[in-house]
């Protein structure tokens, strides 16, 4: 009996890893370009909730809450966690399973009103929690908090940099959760420190540096 090895041609590869990603990109694109959908899919980012939890925390119709809840599920951005009797129906909880954000190939596939949706969303919901986090004294206590706020001039190659500079926190804070949610199984209490972290990098129309 004989057998053969078929080879992989390298550039079919690269050509299907491709697709792989513009698929990816593709449904992030259209996760995010609802405003209210990408505040649902950060929520869920952070714990489980039903529609109609969420339709009160953001004073949103439930109706309106629960399409957009439809709509991240067959997106495969969220799963189902658990169902519980509630007021003679059945309440439905969710988690989710990717990242309110998406990369260059997500961002460049939303239309120019998603993006800016997308933006005044993220920065009243960054800033709200910020300025929350002012009323009740998370900036007093603790002497360690970085704040930083500048503009610069920089090249198209400078603000690639520092593009991939900025994901680059961004996946390491990602893994910091990882390991303290391990830490915490394992029984190594050391508390918990609720952590608020905005990375915000946009073309300023003032562009004057400070």
Not at 21 to 37: G, I, V, Y
Not at 142 to 150: A, L, T
Request: charged content about 30%; proline content about 4%; some cysteine.
């Amino acid at each position: 009996m004989s057998t053969s090895t078929k080879t992989v041609n390298p550039k079919t590869r690269r050509d299907k890893s491709k697709a792989q990603a513009l698929d990816e990109a593709t449904r992030m694109a259209k996760a995010l370009s609802h405003p209210l959908r990408s505040v649902i899919l950060s929520r869920l980012n952070e714990r489980v909730a039903s529609p109609s939890e969420l339709a009160e925390e953001l004073d949103a119709p439930l109706g309106t809450v629960s399409y957009h809840v439809r709509t991240l599920l067959n997106l495969d951005c969220i799963e189902l966690v658990s169902t519980r009797p509630r007021r003679g129906a059945v309440e439905h909880h969710y988690r989710a399973i990717r990242r309110a954000w998406g990369d260059d190939s997500t961002w460049d596939l939303l239309p120019p009103n998603a993006r800016r949706g997308f933006a005044a969303e993220w920065f009243k919901m960054a800033f709200g929690d910020a300025r929350e986090a002012l009323d009740a004294g998370g900036f007093d206590e603790r002497s360690d908090c970085n704040m930083y706020f500048s503009r610069f001039d920089l090249d198209e190659q400078a603000w690639r940099q520092l593009s991939e500079r900025m994901n680059e926190l961004l996946e390491y804070a990602v893994q910091l959760q990882a390991e303290s949610a391990g830490r915490s199984l394992d029984g190594e209490q050391d508390g918990k420190v609720k952590t608020g972290v905005i990375l915000a990098q946009y073309e300023s129309k003032d562009g004057a540096p400070r």
